[in-house]
């Protein structure tokens, strides 16, 4: 019976085996892993900078400013993202005063004025006969309204501005302009002159470009063709603009 007492006990390890360590850890990987890639697959602008958040603050990100900003490692993601929201921003406030005046001043010019969206910039389209007469460079006084709403609203922006002349292919008859390409360089230029004059935007901002007939987007064989083609276009690229680093 002593002989049994004075045996050792068997030797149990404690706590749970090695594998077990590494394991749980693999699991909270994926899990991060996962829970990103919901987070970032939802289209919620909202939900996705906070994800980005709270991955900063996780991975012991610098911040720098409130605390509820999000952190500045993340900033590349958040600028990208914000642009966006720039973007859809502009096109609201720039489609809001073309439709108010095209409802009650401009409905005459309601085909021939539009707004269209890419990824990459934000345009309005005047075209026909909707800013200039035939041949001419001087703005129509129907227009100049509109175009003082939409400087007042550019002038709040820092993205760079394009001002684009565009004609059909019929060649220039009569006027002081031998050709339609110059034309087209004096009507961007005026549309620039007035933007400036009716509003704060920094003249660094604009440039005026030229193109006569040689970037027509529809055929020139049909009246309403042509009337699209001959055409002033207000381009609002590199949206937002780079912030500088202090």
């Not at 706590?15 to 909270?28: H, K, L, R, Y």
């Not at 994800?51 to 900063?56: E, H, I, P, R």
């Not at 009716?198 to 901002?205: E, F, Q, T, V, W």
Request: aromatic share 6%; with cysteine; proline share 5%.
């Amino acid at each position: 019976m002593s002989r049994f007492l004075d045996d050792d006990p068997p030797k149990v390890s404690k706590g749970a085996p090695m594998w077990v360590v590494t394991f749980g850890d693999m699991m909270s990987l994926l899990l991060c892993f996962f829970v990103l890639l919901l987070s970032i697959s939802e289209m919620d602008r909202q939900k996705y900078k906070q994800a980005v958040g709270s991955l900063g603050k996780a991975f012991a990100v610098k911040t720098q400013g409130p605390p509820m900003d999000t952190p500045k490692g993340m900033e590349i993601i958040a600028r990208d993202f914000d642009q966006e929201i720039v973007e859809s921003r502009l096109s609201q406030d720039l489609g809001k005063e073309i439709d108010q005046m095209v409802s009650s001043d401009l409905e005459e010019y309601k085909d021939q004025i539009a707004l269209e969206t890419t990824d990459a910039q934000v345009t309005v389209r005047l075209m026909g006969e909707s800013t200039f007469d035939s041949g001419k460079d001087e703005i129509r006084d129907q227009l100049k309204p509109l175009l003082t709403n939409m400087a007042k609203v550019l002038e709040k922006e820092s993205s760079d501005i394009i001002i684009a002349g565009h004609t059909d292919n019929r060649p220039v008859h009569s006027g002081p302009f031998k050709s339609n390409l110059r034309l087209s360089i004096a009507r961007a230029a005026a549309v620039a002159d007035f933007l400036l004059d009716h509003s704060a935007i920094d003249p660094k901002r604009i440039s005026t470009m030229g193109f006569g007939e040689f970037r027509p987007i529809e055929s020139n064989a049909t009246e309403r063709g042509r009337e699209k083609n001959r055409r002033v276009e207000i381009i609002l690229s590199n949206l937002p603009a780079m912030s500088q680093k202090k």
